[in-house]
């Protein structure tokens, strides 16, 4: 009989081969991991983002909404402003400002939303040509600043 001498089988040769693979196969799994955790901030930031400005939206008309009861309740100019608090660091600051014009009364409203003392959203919204009569038909045209 022939005795078989160190022989080393196919398989043998391979082993180091399904190590790099398997390490390449991790790094390549890591790295879609990682893209998947950016993309999914940035949506999440995008969301946020989103969310404040439909705050903000409706906390200026919702000012706006205020300034025209006032309105109706005494026709003269005024200012006057609020705050609301939404947690612990972020708040609303709303300011609305009625003025004379020739036409009726211009009403202003202005919400800011903050967090940390920092402006996160900022919008302006106006009802122009506010005349002193009961009802909507005279509530003056909504204009939404930039």
Do not use: W
């Not at 390549?28 to 969310?51: C, K, N, P, Q, Y």
């Not at 100019?77 to 947690?87: A, G, L, V």
């Amino acid at each position: 009989m022939r005795e078989m001498k160190n022989f080393k089988g196919p398989g043998k040769r391979k082993s180091g081969f399904a190590l790099f693979l398997a390490f390449s196969i991790l790094v390549g799994v890591t790295f879609l991991a990682f893209g998947a955790l950016e993309f999914s901030s940035i949506g999440l930031d995008s969301g946020r983002s989103v969310l404040l400005e439909t705050i903000c939206f409706q906390s200026a008309d919702g000012g706006l909404e205020r300034g025209l009861a006032k309105l109706r309740a005494h026709f003269k100019p005024f200012t006057f402003e609020y705050k609301i608090s939404i947690s612990q660091y972020m708040m609303i600051l709303v300011k609305v400002k009625a003025e004379n014009k020739s036409e009726g009364i211009d009403l202003h409203s202005e919400a800011i939303v903050m967090e940390r003392g920092n402006i996160k959203a900022l919008k302006r919204l106006s009802r122009v040509d506010v005349k002193n009569a009961n009802g909507r038909e005279k509530c003056g045209r909504f204009l939404e600043e930039t």
